[in-house]
Nanobody
Framework: QVQLVESGGGLVQAGGSLRLSCAAS????????GGWFRQAPGKEREFVVA????????YYADSVKGRFTISRDNAKNTVYLQMNSLKPEDTAVYYC???????????????WGQGTQVTVSS
């Protein structure tokens, strides 16, 4: 069992930056791939980015490529999402997830955090 807790969300103006953290506890987090998803009001949860177990493999949604950066520190059991050049359309609840493989599909992730709100004002 893995417990995930996100933090770092908040309100930021367009063009600004935020860094989200996802702290894991329980089983060894380094044995899992990580992912970030987001869900805006009235919309389905969408894939943002995934990272492999060691952190060397990453995959980004086109909508965030070049603006967001995922990383992980397995010694701290934490995955980070650095978000730069934020846009109002990035407003959503952001969820971190852990699973056996990197995937763009939420159903392949076993463990989820409770989410953290990111609001970007124009």
């Amino acid at each position: 069992q893995v417990q995930l807790v996100e933090s770092g969300g908040g309100l930021v103006q367009a063009g600004g930056s935020l860094r989200l953290s996802c702290a894991a506890s329980g089983r060894t987090f380094s044995t899992y791939c990580g992912g970030w998803f987001r869900q805006a009001p009235g919309k389905e949860r969408e894939f943002v980015v995934a990272i492999g177990r060691s952190g060397t493999s990453t995959y980004y949604a086109d909508s965030v490529k070049g603006r967001f950066t995922i990383s992980r520190d397995n010694a701290k059991n934490t995955v980070y999402l650095q978000m730069n050049s934020l846009k109002p359309e990035d407003t959503a609840v952001y969820y971190c997830a852990a699973g056996p493989n990197m995937s763009v599909y939420a159903r392949f992730y076993q463990y989820w955090g409770q989410g953290t709100q990111v609001t970007v004002s124009s």
